[in-house]
Nanobody, 116 residues
């Protein structure tokens, strides 16, 4: 059974920084794509950033230049460095992984709150 353990959320003032981590375990298949989604109250879940195993990244326009996704393949861990945070970044952030078998898994979510 795949487990995703997220950490790093919290409360921060606008302009501040947070770093999210997500450690994946339990699969005999490789974690191909790892990513972060977020869902704000009353809004749909949206993709924030993703990274392939070789390191190709995608960042949503709304976070480009402020957030950076990275991963440590040896640790099956994905990170999201969030700088210059804005109140609009307030949401529950979810880790997501896609295995080479084509299965998706979600983390339990971590709350990020940015105060103005």
């Amino acid at each position: 059974q795949v487990q995703l353990v997220e950490s790093g959320g919290g409360l921060v003032q606008a302009g501040g920084s947070l770093r999210l981590s997500c450690a994946a375990s339990g699969s005999i298949f490789t974690f191909n794509v790892m990513g972060w989604y977020r869902q704000a109250p009353g809004k749909q879940r949206e993709l924030v950033a993703s990274i392939t195993r070789p390191g190709t990244t995608y960042h949503a326009d709304s976070v480009k230049g402020r957030f950076t996704i990275s991963r440590d393949n040896a640790k099956n861990t994905v990170y999201l460095q969030m700088n210059s945070l804005k109140p609009d970044d307030t949401a529950v952030y979810y880790c997501n992984v896609l295995t080479t078998l084509g299965s998706y898994y979600w983390g339990q979510g971590t709350q990020v709150t940015v105060s103005s």
